[in-house]
Structures are given as structure tokens and as C-alpha cells.
């Protein structure tokens, strides 16, 4: 069995890594094609746009222009937008910071704000080193108390209908869909009204934070020209952390389902392998028992007919 194990595993990580090689190529490849263009499109855009300002405007000078643009880039960076003659902050305020320290111990990181001085830097990296680890613990609770109230539910409808199979079905179902309304279909009506998103870019954005992959593209409360309520960000932090307590038990049990399958054509396999055994087996055990029925008859001769050799057949066999 060890032996067996060991195969299948020393077999299973090549397998794996050429299919996740293979998956990555293909999501570049086909990335490339639909992104490639617009990239293209929008760098003649911008650099027609530079040149056009230059032309127009020709008292600017291309070195100071640069420099500008490149003042302008680092101050967004740092959270800073330009609003006609004054300049907008915000994003360092206390729920600013508190929804940053959200992204940044859930993994998400964003990367549309991060830490410009020193201290803060450091302070980043040891409030993350703790920050992590208790993240993990509260979405694992939380996750845990998820699949309980489903057990539960599932159990009292096996009470109350006498189902069985059906009632643990209905409940993860349930589950599910409930699932998606609450974390993934609703929230994106929401960021409509206060984003100004659309309902794709709001589905968009719910899945990428969710999941923790957090380009940074979209990232709510950033608009300069729109004023947000005071409970926006605590709530979206709430809707954070359950929402990647319930895509977690997704992406668990598709886990779980990859793993059973794999495990499904292992057992097909064993199973062939000992049915051609047991095959082998009862042909070599006919031939023994061939052998031990007919008796020598050189040892007839010299023993007699009650001296010929008794033979059992091995217990395998049978």
C-alpha cells in the first residue's frame, strides 16, 4: 500500500505541474489576445495626446511637462488627486487606514495605497507578520460556523421529512445560492450607487477581492468627485471578511471534488491491476493443482500408490 502510495504521488506532481503549466499558458495566451490591443491603443492615445498638448501649448517645455506628470502619478499613488487649485486627502483617514489594515492582513493588497514613510513601512510589515496568521484563524471560524448552521438546518429537515440524502443536498444548494446573493450578485448594485460602477465591473470586483487576487483596478471609496457615507467602508470590510469565509468552503469542496475524482480513477486503476492479479493467480493455481493430482509414476513404482506425495495448495489461491 505505502509502495502504491508512493507511485501515485511520484507520478501525481509531474502530472499536476504540466497541467497547471499548461492552464497558466493558456490564460497568458489568451490574455494576450484580448488585452494586447487595448494597451496599444491606449499608449498611441496617450502619446498623440502629449504631443498635441505640446503643439498647442508651446510655451511647455517636454522636461518640465514629464516632471509634472511624474509628480502627479506619485501624489496619486500616495492617495493625493488634483481638484482644480486645491488637491484632495482622505485616504489616510481613520476609516481610510482601517480598511487599508483590512487589505492588508486578508492579503489582498490592493497596491493603489501602501506606506510612503519608513515607519509606517516597518509597522506594515510586523502589523502583517501577526495580522495574517489571525485572519486565517477568524475565516476559519467563521467558515466553520457557516458549515455548522448548514449541518444543523440539514439535520432538522431529516427530522421533520425523514429525508436523508435529499435534506443535505437542499442545504448545501441552499447554501450556495444564498452564497452568491449575499457575496457575489448584490454587492455589485450596491457599488453601482456609490461607485458609479457597472454591474459587470461590480461583479468584477467582488470576485477579485474575494478571492484575495486585488489588482488594484478597482478598489471602492478612491473616487475624489463622490462623497461616501461614514458606514460605506466598515460594512464593505464586514462583507470582506465573510465573503472570503464562504468562498473559502467553495473553493474547499472543489478541492475535495477534484481530489475524490482523482482519487475515483486511482481506485479504477487498483482495481484493474488486482483483477488481472487475481487472474494470474487462478491460472497458476490450476496448474498447481494439476500437479499435485497427477502423481509420478516413477514414485509409484518405487513407494507405492499410498506413498505418493500430498501437496496443499497455497491459501492465495482460493
Not at 126 to 148: D, K, R, S, T, Y
Not at 217 to 224: F, W
Not at 228 to 257: D, T
Amino acid at each position: 500500500m505505502g509502495a502504491a502510495e508512493a507511485r501515485r504521488r511520484r507520478w501525481g506532481v509531474p502530472v499536476l505541474l504540466v497541467v497547471y503549466v499548461g492552464y497558466v499558458g493558456l490564460g497568458a495566451g489568451v490574455l494576450q489576445a484580448l488585452e494586447r490591443p487595448a494597451e496599444v491603443q491606449a499608449a498611441r492615445r496617450l502619446l498623440q495626446q502629449h504631443w498635441e498638448l505640446l503643439a498647442n501649448h508651446t510655451c511647455l517645455r517636454g522636461a518640465a511637462l514629464q516632471h509634472l506628470i511624474q509628480g502627479i502619478i506619485e501624489a496619486y499613488k500616495s492617495g493625493i488627486t488634483l481638484q482644480g487649485n486645491t488637491t484632495s486627502l482622505g485616504r489616510w483617514d481613520f476609516s481610510g487606514s482601517f480598511f487599508f489594515s483590512i487589505s492588508a492582513i486578508t492579503t489582498i493588497g490592493y497596491g493603489n495605497l501602501s506606506p510612503s514613510t519608513v515607519a509606517g513601512r516597518i509597522f506594515c510589515i510586523l502589523f502583517a507578520l501577526f495580522g495574517i496568521p489571525l485572519n486565517l484563524v477568524l475565516l476559519n471560524e467563521i467558515g466553520q460556523v457557516m458549515l455548522l448552521g448548514v449541518q444543523r438546518c440539514a439535520h432538522h429537515l431529516e427530522e421533520m421529512f425523514r429525508w436523508k440524502i435529499k435534506a443535505a443536498l437542499l442545504m448545501k444548494t441552499c447554501a450556495l445560492v444564498s452564497g452568491l446573493l449575499l457575496f457575489l450578485l448584490l454587492p455589485p448594485l450596491l457599488f453601482s450607487d456609490k461607485e458609479g460602477w457597472t454591474y459587470e465591473e461590480g461583479f468584477y470586483y467582488s470576485f477579485i477581492t474575494l478571492s484575495t487576487i486585488g489588482f488594484g483596478d478597482y478598489v471602492i471609496g478612491m473616487n475624489p468627485d463622490r462623497t461616501y457615507p461614514g458606514w460605506y467602508k466598515n460594512v464593505i470590510s464586514l462583507w470582506i471578511l465573510f465573503g472570503m469565509a464562504w468562498l473559502a468552503l467553495v473553493i474547499k469542496f472543489c478541492i475535495n471534488l477534484l481530489e475524490s475524482s482523482s482519487d475515483f480513477c486511482q481506485c479504477n486503476k487498483k482495481s484493474t491491476e488486482l483483477a488481472e492479479d487475481l487472474m494470474d493467480d487462478g491460472k497458476n493455481s490450476m496448474t498447481g493443482l494439476h500437479d499435485v493430482e497427477s502423481c509420478n509414476d516413477k514414485d509409484t513404482e518405487t513407494k507405492g500408490p499410498d506413498e505418493c506425495h500430498i501437496h496443499t495448495a497455497p491459501a492465495e489461491a482460493l
